[in-house]
């Protein structure tokens, strides 16, 4: 099992553009297995793992079981706000990423690791829960609601830290994740968000009542991904790559 995990920090990038490379990433993997399973043991090759860090300017994305009237503005509107839409293939409702949100895009093989998508969730849960517990902040599940939440227990103001909706492949996966770190919470007004009535977002900012060090918050977060997942990290260009 290859558990070395190419990591890339992308900045600021365009939703479409980052999507294209995922699935360009998961195409490349999802062949490679193919391939292997019709090779001789020797001739096989290890199957790449990548996460990818990234910040996206201001866009609503709606899952495949997501409903339309859940955004609660028409598409002009957003235009003229300067928000992009996009209809994706991950699972999940609608949400929302911004600048000053960290959006994790792991394209892990699972047989790499563990081929389980309960475990993959829970355990990119688990990542996000150590984080917010590194700034103070008690943060948990929620039974039947993925994601990451505060006032998880007696829940009488829960709100939402970190969603997540994830699509996997003969289990390669994509998409990810998106912590609300610094980012503009005013944006989640023009949505039902995760498709959850009633229910508020929040950040670490508004959490701790200041901005946070965006880079410190990348580093945190990666470590405890590292651990959970047991990755050695390769810090490299990412050239497509062949089968």
């Known amino acids: 099992m290859n558990k070395q995990v190419i990591f890339q ?3 600021l990038r365009d939703y479409q553009s980052a999507w294209d490379a995922q699935e360009e990433l998961l195409a490349a993997t999802v062949a490679r297995k193919v391939q292997n399973r ?3 043991v020797a001739e096989q090759l290890p199957t790449n793992n990548y996460l990818l860090f990234v910040q996206h300017p201001p866009v609503f994305t709606l899952g495949k079981s997501g409903k339309p009237e859940h955004l609660l503005e028409d598409e ?3 235009e003229q706000l300067g928000i992009q839409y996009y209809k994706i293939n991950r699972g999940g409702d609608i949400t929302y990423h911004g600048p000053g949100q960290l959006v994790g895009y792991p394209i892990l093989d699972l047989d790499n690791f563990r081929p389980d998508i309960h475990w993959y969730m829970r355990t990119l ?3 996000i829960i150590r984080t917010c517990a ?3 902040l008690e943060a948990g599940r929620i039974p039947g609601m993925t994601g990451v939440w505060l006032d998880y227990v007696e829940q009488k103001n829960p709100r939402k830290i970190c969603a997540m909706g994830v699509k996997a492949s003969r289990w390669v996966t994509m998409h990810g994740f998106a912590l609300n770190v610094n980012n ?3 944006f989640f007004e023009y949505i039902v968000p995760c498709g959850l009535e009633g229910k ?3 950040s670490l900012a508004k959490e701790l ?3 946070l060090d965006f880079q410190e918050v990348s580093q945190r977060l990666k470590a405890h991904l590292a651990d959970l997942f047991e990755m050695v990290f390769v810090e490299e260009s990412l050239t497509m790559p062949t089968v």
């Open 9 to 11: 920090d992308w900045g």
């Open 38 to 40: 019709q090779a001789a």
């Open 76 to 78: 002009q509107k957003l």
């Open 125 to 127: 849960e688990e990542a």
């Open 134 to 136: 590194d700034y103070g």
């Open 184 to 186: 503009d919470l005013a």
């Open 200 to 202: 508020e977002v929040t």
């Open 209 to 211: 009542g200041h901005s």
